[in-house]
């Protein structure tokens, strides 16, 4: 008897249909399998709205699928259509390096799926009243069932990297770490936004206004996401793996305009069991063989441009710890003038990771171009503490909102002296602009909380009803602040 389910509706269904397929396939295949099932659908529609007549792969399987019933052929009918519908999409939409093998669709396992789970899955993605919804919300589930560095950056958080990078037309951006391939979609669509593409690019061509997006990454699944993710979105994009990008980068040729990094953090293990450390130029030092943050900001470096920008999520700890190879290495990016600014963003919004972050934005030439602003900020760093900057979102996962984001972008390009922005001012409790000689006054300490708090105010007696006001304002701001952070510890407590 089959298993009947409404109308999709993001979360709720999805989890319905993962726990109805739950005997046949593991949760994450069950995703893939879905976000492939969306795929062909929109491929078969765009078939059908053109009008194709000949080589209408898409919708010649999606047809099979839903009139002529291969679905009562169970997994292997469904696996059939998939990949004979959608082999053409994905060898046209998808660009390699001629020394790479090209990457195609690997399918999970679909032999145990039976006819009536076949009819729920292919039914429930016809039913979608937006295939495109459907496949963000199966991404968003997935965030909830990936495990180690399989995770995948929440969009605020990539929407974020993208407003502070700014990519241009005609720019390339890479992300040695793609995942799902979410900060070079959103770089796309940045790009888009501010006038660089055609409202309708070309099929899987590259506009020469268009920017060029290059990922790698060591998950098969990510990868396999991240192929799916690209088709749909209509993207033309070159990615490289399974492989992990310290030990061997493909595109190792290259450099890149914009550099855009979410890593595991404190990896261990990153460096081959020593090759790496030794067969590598560490310009800025010798990172640990424990932990992999300061390599993945030096690989960051090596692959921008000269005029390039770099972002890179790390712990919060690595702005400010003291152990010997960590805190070198960060002296010697503060010395070399390559880290222009530090922002420190709240716990809880990378799935997993239940730390504060901060984010690291990495120049290596501050002086004015066309690339950077106005001001020449050589010899200094911006540093912005945004730690009460998100809202919640659901328990255990908050996301920093547009406003905030807003404000952040805002705050460094006036720093930078971009046009169009008010010129920069420190901002008690928000940001300060840094020379290299005060930070290296702290043991080049780069944490922004450190750093911005806000200045005593003058000694100056006042009315004992007014100093009593004013202590009675001050306290209740404690104690919404003390809320606050009881709320939020409550949420990250129930995540154990």
């Not at 990896?267 to 067969?279: A, K, P, T, V, Y």
């Not at 009460?388 to 908050?398: I, Q």
């Not at 009803?465 to 602040?481: C, H, I, K, Q, S």
């Amino acid at each position: 008897m089959g298993v009947r389910v409404e109308r999709a509706s993001e979360g709720q269904s999805i989890r319905r249909v993962l726990d109805a397929l739950s005997e046949a396939l593991a949760p994450q295949d069950a995703l893939h399998t879905v976000m492939a099932l969306v795929l062909l659908r929109c491929e078969a529609d765009r078939e059908a709205a053109e009008e194709w007549e000949d080589g209408a792969q898409a919708r010649e399987a999606w047809r099979a699928l839903r009139q002529s019933g291969r679905w009562r052929e169970g997994g292997n009918g469904l696996a059939e259509a998939l990949q004979q519908g959608l082999a053409h999409v994905l060898h046209r939409g998808l660009r390699s390096q001629e020394e790479n093998p090209r990457l195609r669709l690997d399918l999970p396992n679909l032999s145990g799926v039976r006819d009536h789970e076949a009819e729920l899955l292919v039914g429930w993605v016809a039913r979608a009243e937006d295939p495109k919804v459907l496949f963000d919300a199966c991404l968003n589930q997935a965030q909830t069932l990936s495990k180690g560095g399989d995770y995948y950056t929440p969009q605020d958080v990539a929407h974020l990297f993208i407003a502070l990078m700014e990519p241009a037309e005609s720019e390339a951006v890479y992300d040695p770490v793609c995942g799902s391939g979410g900060f070079l979609l959103r770089a796309r669509e940045y790009v888009a936004a501010q006038g660089g593409l055609a409202d309708e690019p070309a099929l899987y061509g590259q506009l020469a206004d268009e920017p060029a997006l290059y990922g790698q990454d060591a998950s098969r699944l990510a990868l396999l996401t991240a192929v799916l993710n690209f088709a749909v979105h209509k993207a033309d994009v070159f990615l490289a793996g399974p492989a992990s990008t310290l030990a061997d980068d493909r595109f190792s040729d290259l450099t890149f305009d914009v550099v855009v990094a979410n890593p595991p953090f404190n990896q261990s293990g990153w460096d081959e069991h020593g090759f790496l450390r030794e067969g590598l130029f560490w310009p800025y030092g010798l990172p640990p063989a424990g932990n992999a943050n300061f390599a993945w900001a030096q690989h960051v470096l090596r692959k921008m441009t000269p005029t390039g920008r770099g972002a890179l999520l790390l712990p919060t700890g690595a702005a400010s710890t003291t152990k010997g190879a960590e805190s070198h290495v960060r002296a010697a990016l503060v010395d070399d003038d390559v880290l222009s600014g530090v922002v420190e963003l709240p716990a809880g919004l990378i799935p997993h990771v239940r730390n504060p972050v901060s984010l690291w934005l990495f120049s290596k030439i501050k002086k004015p171009h066309r690339k950077w602003g106005h001001n020449d900020r050589s010899g200094q760093l911006l540093v912005i503490d945004a730690r009460d900057s998100a809202t919640n979102v659901k328990r255990g996962r908050r996301a920093v909102p547009e406003e905030a984001r807003e404000r952040i972008a805002a705050t460094f390009a006036a720093w930078r002296g971009a046009p169009g922005h008010a010129p920069y001012k420190d901002v008690p409790g928000w940001c300060r602009s840094l020379s290299r000689d005060e930070i290296a006054e702290t043991e080049y300490d780069v944490l922004p909380s450190h750093h911005v708090a806000a200045p005593l105010a003058p000694s100056v007696l006042p009315d004992a009803p007014e100093r009593a006001a004013d202590l009675t304002d001050e306290l209740l701001g404690l104690f919404e602040r003390s809320r606050r952070l009881e709320d939020e510890l409550r949420d990250l407590l129930g995540e154990l």
